[in-house]
């Protein structure tokens, strides 16, 4: 059984109950600084209001990047709850790798989200969900869920990728390519393997897809190290 670190709410509640007291604190001492330092304060108050907003706005924005079921949670309950069925499911199958895998759920690297992080001797793979629901497919070589276009999930999912391999090159001198995964809804599976060099695994099959057939590239230490890393940097 592979070690999991986070779940989909996990923590969720109370970073979102953080993050809404400190827009409501930032905003009121902003707002009270400004006032406080201004000569004529009714006469300046519609770039006060306009300041305060763009800053409340920017926590906002920040905090619902880093917690994308955020707003799913406070707005829509029922879309929360098949999301979290969901994550849990995928967890489960991750769960079923070697022990010598690591697995991190809902990770922030640098502002940049991701669902599943995998760190096993066979690879390490950065594993984005697609939440939106229709059938996949691509044009263009631009992957589509139904009408929605998929090229955030799939841009945000290769660079993670680029920054881990620039995070191991300088911290152990080694080159390691995370392999770039894209996890279907599981309505709606793909008929497509890959695009754009992401490959496309259904949930169910992650855990074949780690560890069948593959040659183990990674050494021991530099799997618990980096995972070892993982962990107090981005977790902690």
């Known amino acids: ?3 999991i670190q986070g779940s989909p709410v996990d923590g969720l509640k ?9 827009m409501g604190t930032v905003t009121v001492v902003l707002a009270g600084m400004m006032i406080a330092f201004s000569d004529d304060p009714m006469a300046e108050l519609g770039p006060i209001v306009a300041i305060t907003v763009v800053c409340a706005a920017i926590i ?3 905090s ?5 079921l955020a707003l799913t949670m406070l707005f829509k309950k029922d879309r929360f709850k098949e999301a979290v069925v969901e994550e849990e499911a995928a967890i489960a199958h991750l769960e079923t790798l070697s022990d010598r895998c690591y697995v991190f759920n809902n990770l922030t690297v640098e502002l940049f989200r991701i669902d599943h992080l995998v760190i096993s001797p066979w690879g390490i793979f950065v594993m984005g969900r697609v939440r939106k629901e229709g059938e996949l497919r691509v044009e263009e ?9 998929l090229d955030s999930l799939c841009t945000s999912t290769w660079r993670v990728c680029h920054l881990l391999n620039i995070v191991i090159r300088k911290g152990w001198s080694q080159e390691v390519m995370p392999v770039p995964v894209i996890v279907p809804h599981s309505q709606y599976p793909s008929r ?6 992401i490959m496309l695994v259904e949930a169910k099959h992650l855990a074949p897809f780690i560890e069948s057939g593959r040659k183990e590239t990674l050494s021991e230490e530099l799997v618990d190290s980096i995972a070892a890393y993982i962990l107090k940097r981005y977790t902690a």
Do not use: C, E, I, W
């Open 1 to 3: 059984m592979a070690y």
């Open 14 to 22: 109370q970073t979102v109950t953080r993050h809404l007291f400190l």
């Open 60 to 62: 906002g924005f920040v």
């Open 64 to 68: 619902f990047r880093s917690n994308p």
């Open 141 to 149: 070589n631009l992957l589509h869920a139904g009408p929605a276009l």
């Open 192 to 197: 497509t393997k890959a695009v754009d060099g």
